[in-house]
């Protein structure tokens, strides 16, 4: 009898068939005498929609809601239907007496695989592969230990309610939002909370009213120091009172009345989990989420260089100590050489922020594997954020950075000042890092506070010494309002609130992007006309991170086999059906915030103006039509009869027309359909000469211009 393995994407198949000798190719999966692998393309099987349930249910209506089924059926999905045919006709093979799951270790990988196996109604034994690297290394020894498939059902059976979940909360608020207020409005149980916070930071800031302030600084000959209200804020509001300091301090003597030295030691920051990486991806690099949960995906499937990316674990297990200076030999070539080649020739000191079995889940943090790397086979955002990654690694097993704190209080006339030095005595794990700090506060700390708190070298100094103020600088600022998330501070955030898990983070956040709720702007995230209003519009309760966070609290619960689905899942019921009724009684209105003046040619309907990579798009809201084109305004060579400027071409209900700018006169293009004036076949003429680069022939594509023109 042959062992099926079943593998979640055809590469980590091709990597399993491999090392386990299964080298007979065939066009759904891999044999050899022992194993036949084949894989799934993500998810084979899904929830089924409604009208799979019943047909009426095709047609979107408010009466039809909520939409709760009694028990959820799985269907295959369409655009995947070919594998999962492949996958279940060799499940039914005579010659197949077991299974191992070898989908990501994790919960959705684990809900894919045992949805594939309801749907084919696999009934034979199973067994589990849970690795957390795919070297060759770590694959033999996974199917040296493979567990038994029921160890992990509990994980199963949270990924189910959170399936489930999701259906019966975003589906139906979506669908009753969408025909209470006739727009495509989306809504779900972690994308409204996250939408909520960005909206509850724009209130904050749209509330702020800045205030001017002087900060008050004295150039003691051979040092400087602030004015702190008692030791505290630098900050001067009132002006007058800033300048009565400014004459009362000015060349005048003080004493030193307070010296304090300090040893401050900082230990190395802890090992990557999936969030803190992306958190530094996007704060460091420039990277979105999703951009660093590809190129992190990359590393770790293609080029076998770093464990499971999808973790949220900052500490690694006991197990592990005997193989990371294996690891540290693998990342010890070109820049990193220096910094590794010292750790191997002594004992690793590994503490309790290196290594705590209690704090490892599913997956200890993401750090390299023992694959040797080869810098130059990456490519640039691969080897940036691989950089990242071993530079961590290593500074886990470099010394604190140790500094020397020096505080100074200086009175003069009843008046008190400080001034703050440091002296680094040893930059510890700092110098793999070329001695540049990493930050790992959040980005929101207020800066006015930090005022005047600059740290410079200050010269040998004693108690009681006397200083004179050689002169007293005013410097003018103002209160600034709390800064807009960027990915970074919003990934801290949904963390902090229990929104979501550290490997559907990302795709929340660009959820919220492609749905035109919120838009990047440079760094930050900024919400567009529809989520502000989309945020009033949805369910109270499901604004709030809190709701979110407890469900996923609750699934936690189950996967660790402290809760049960079934009181889980009766909750979200009634949860629907609430909010399903708050949408229904509700009083409020919507307003599409970027109609634009267009026409749809095929349906008549008012184009939406949308934002996309490639510009401007004006799009069809009609489900049912889908047509969409550039936005970017398009100038004819006609002129306006009346102030002679170039005219706009537009597309309206009638055809193509063009109007002026400053004017507002219209013509209708080719007024006579069979003719094409020589203007418009000028212009033509340059629209496609761009194109025969291509290897195009221009005068065929002009032909075929000119013929799509008159048609």
Not at 88 to 110: C, H, N, P, S
Not at 236 to 246: R, T
Not at 627 to 653: D, T
Not at 681 to 699: H, T
Request: proline share 5%; hydrophobic share 35%; net charge positive.
């Amino acid at each position: 009898m042959k062992t099926l393995v079943l593998a979640e994407k055809p590469s980590v198949a091709r990597e399993i068939a491999r090392v386990m000798g299964s080298r007979d190719k065939h066009k759904s999966h891999f044999e050899g005498p022992k194993y036949i692998v084949t894989w799934a393309l993500g998810h084979l099987v899904g929830l089924a929609e409604p009208e799979d349930y019943d047909g009426k249910f095709g047609t979107w209506s408010l009466e039809d809601l909520p939409i709760l089924p009694g028990k959820m059926k799985l269907k295959v999905l369409r655009e995947s239907s070919h594998q999962y045919k492949a996958v279940a006709q060799l499940m039914r093979r005579q010659d197949i007496g077991e299974l191992i799951v070898a989908t990501d270790a994790a919960r959705e990988g684990e809900l894919l695989a045992r949805w594939i196996m309801d749907m084919a109604k696999w009934n034979k034994p199973f067994k589990r592969l849970w690795i957390s690297s795919q070297t060759d290394k770590a694959i033999k020894e996974g199917f040296a230990a493979l567990k038994p498939g029921s160890q992990y059902d509990r994980l199963y059976q949270s990924a189910r309610c959170r399936a489930e979940a999701d259906w019966m909360i975003g589906l139906n608020v979506t669908r009753a939002l969408t025909c209470k207020f006739g727009s495509p409005l989306s809504a779900g149980r972690v994308q409204t909370p996250t939408l909520g916070m960005i909206m509850q930071r724009e209130r904050e800031i749209l509330s702020f009213r800045s205030e001017e302030y002087q900060t008050l600084r004295a150039d003691l000959g051979s040092f400087e120091a602030v004015w702190r209200a008692g030791g505290g804020d630098a900050r001067i509001f009132e002006p007058a009172k800033a300048a009565d300091l400014q004459r009362k301090l000015e060349g005048r003597k003080g004493r030193i009345v307070g010296l304090s030295k300090s040893e401050k030691q900082v230990p190395h920051p802890q090992a990557y989990d999936l969030t803190e990486l992306q958190r530094d991806a996007n704060r460091m690099l420039g990277f979105s989420a999703k951009q660093t949960s590809n190129v992190l995906q990359r590393l770790y499937e293609q080029h076998k260089l770093v464990t499971y990316p999808r973790t949220d674990s900052r500490y690694l297990t006991s197990d592990m100590a005997d193989t990371l200076k294996e690891r540290l030999t693998s990342v010890a070539v070109g820049p990193y050489a220096p910094l590794a080649r010292p750790l191997l020739k002594k004992p690793l000191k590994l503490g309790k922020r290196v290594i705590d079995d209690s704090k490892v889940t599913d997956h200890h943090a993401i750090i390299p594997t023992e694959q040797t790397v080869i810098l130059n086979a990456l490519n640039t955002e691969e080897r940036k954020l691989y950089d990242l990654i071993v530079r961590r690694f290593i500074s886990l097993f470099y010394p604190p950075a140790r500094f020397d704190n020096v505080s100074v209080t200086v009175e003069i006339d009843g008046e008190k000042l400080y001034a703050k030095g440091v002296t680094i005595r040893d930059s510890g794990w700092r110098a793999v890092y070329d001695g540049q700090a990493v930050d790992e506060s959040d980005e929101d700390e207020d800066r006015e506070d930090r005022e005047g708190n600059g740290e410079a070298a200050l010269p040998e100094l004693k108690e009681g010494e006397t200083v004179t103020v050689k002169r007293c600088l005013l410097r003018s600022g103002r209160t600034q309002p709390p800064k807009r998330y960027t990915e970074a501070a919003l990934l801290t955030q949904m963390e902090k609130h229990g929104l979501g898990t550290p490997a559907t983070r990302a795709d929340i956040i660009e959820k919220l992007v492609s749905s035109d709720t919120i838009e990047r702007q440079g760094s930050v995230l900024h919400p567009t006309g529809k989520g502000k209003q989309l945020i009033e519009l949805a369910p109270a309760d499901l604004r709030s991170p809190e709701l979110t966070a407890k469900w996923e609290a609750e699934l936690e619960r189950i996967a660790r086999g402290q809760g049960k689905p079934d009181p889980f899942l009766g909750g979200i019921r009634k949860m629907a059906e609430d909010l399903v009724r708050g949408v229904k009684n509700s009083e409020a209105t919507y307003k599409p915030h970027n109609v634009s003046n267009s026409h749809c040619p095929d349906c008549g309907t008012r184009l939406l103006e949308k934002k996309s990579k490639r510009g401007l798009l004006l799009v069809c809201p009609n489900e049912d039509c889908g047509y969409r084109r550039s936005g970017e305004k398009q100038l004819s060579n006609r002129r306006c009869p009346q102030c002679h400027k170039k005219m706009e071409l537009k597309e309206g209900k009638a055809g193509l027309y063009v109007q002026c700018l400053s004017c507002g006169i219209t013509e209708v293009v080719n007024k006579d359909a069979k003719h094409v004036n020589k203007r418009e076949q000028q212009k033509l003429v340059k629209q496609y000469a761009k194109q025969e680069s291509l290897g195009n022939n221009l005068g065929d594509l002009l032909k075929a211009a000119l013929e799509k023109k008159n048609e």
